[in-house]
């Protein structure tokens, strides 16, 4: 989160991710296979022993992926922020704030999974 807190220089870092998504030079695959790629499996590993899953599925996935759009929301969405409530944008004063909050929303949502499988298993049961 702290990178947000460079206004501009995170705007150009944004603006540098679209454009080698539109137009690759294959740096970005070498990002997604180099790094993010080990990064969410350990994710879903965490997520898997978190929720005492015995197998990684789908719906692991799917929460990993759910936890990163909190904050990349931010990210990619600066200006749609700054227009409709400026005073979330991130700043050094409020940076741990918001990664508290940030904290809070992601523990609710893998507590929402928990429920949902406990049902789930409640209803096979």
Known sequence: IEPF????????CTQMHLREMLE???LW?????GEI????????????RAL????????????????YG???QLYAARDIVEAVRPQLQVTPRNVDQTVQRLADF????????????????????
Do not use: F, Y
């Open 70 to 72: 909190l904050g990349l």
């Open 52 to 67: 005492g899953v015995a197998r990684v599925d789908n719906e692991l996935h799917r929460l990993a992926i759910a936890l």
């Open 29 to 33: 695959q070498q990002q997604i296979e």
């Open 106 to 125: 992601a523990e609710s949502l893998i507590e929402g999974e928990r429920r949902r499988r406990a049902a789930a298993s409640g209803a096979n049961a």
């Open 37 to 48: 790629g080990p990064l969410h499996e350990a994710t879903v590993a965490v997520l898997r």
């Open 5 to 12: 807190c460079h206004g501009e220089l995170a705007q150009q």
């Open 24 to 26: 690759p030079t294959g």
